[in-house]
């Protein structure tokens, strides 16, 4: 997990509030990447970016939004958080397009 | 959807045994790679094969790849308790335009019992 971190670790959170979650990296790394997993679907990618303010949509990006100002930074959003939003998400760094480092995961409830 | 899918979803075996895991896929990949996630923890990247290697090595590590088939096995020799986790594959491919995507498979359990 060195040189990647993020924030909240844990947070509970009721249906219908906005949520940020934050990806800081120290690696200074082009790529950077969101995810969320849970039981029987494994890893699915959320939002990715590959430069400052360029992001694009992963497969189950509905009811997220991302923002990178600046390549250390890379946030998620969840507008209006729902209960199926309930995951683990998991910010990701690559200087590549290639192998991938990940953060320790932040756990969210949506109540 | 997923691209890799690996085999056995759970796999309980002794020390000093051996494990092998294996990953299928559908599409042209650029490379594979395989990914270890200890409990509640983020996943550690362990090794990467590219589309026109045939297998590679690290340490206690051997991966296959046959493209003609789709398949990649993860082989890890003389387990111990502390590689107890869940062993991922993650392909490589043209996601549309220039962009590549990583796609995960959901995993494989690996219980090593002392």
């Known amino acids: 997990d060195a040189g990647i971190t993020q924030s909240p670790r844990h947070k509970v959170t009721e249906t219908g509030t906005p949520v940020t979650l934050r990806c800081h990296q120290t690696?200074?790394?082009?790529?950077m990447y969101w995810y969320r997993q849970d039981p029987g679907h494994g890893l699915r990618l959320i939002h990715y970016s590959y430069g400052v303010k360029d992001t694009d949509k992963g497969e189950v990006s509905d009811g997220y939004s991302v923002s990178r100002s600046k390549t250390e930074d890379f946030l998620l959003t969840l507008e209006s958080a729902t209960s199926s939003q309930t995951s683990v998400y998991f910010c990701?760094?690559?200087?590549?397009?290639?192998?991938?480092?990940f953060g320790p995961g932040t756990r969210l409830t949506v109540t | 959807s997923q691209q890799g899918e690996e085999d056995p979803q759970a796999l309980s075996i002794q020390e000093g045994e051996n494990a092998t895991m294996n990953c299928s896929y559908k599409t042209s990949i650029n490379n594979l790679q395989w990914y270890r996630q200890n409990s509640g923890r983020g996943l550690v990247h362990l090794i990467l094969i590219r589309s026109n290697e045939r297998e590679k090595h690290s340490g206690r590590l051997r991966v296959t790849l046959d493209t003609s088939k789709k398949s990649s096995s993860l082989l890890i020799t003389a387990s111990r308790a502390a590689d107890t986790a869940s062993y991922f594959c993650?392909?490589?491919?043209?996601?549309?335009?220039?962009?590549?995507?990583?796609?995960f498979g959901k995993g494989t359990l690996l219980t090593v019992n002392p």
């Open positions: 690696e200074n790394h082009r790529y």
């Open positions: 990701a760094i690559s200087p590549t397009l290639y192998e991938q480092y």
């Open positions: 993650a392909t490589v491919g043209r996601s549309g335009g220039s962009n590549y995507k990583l796609t």
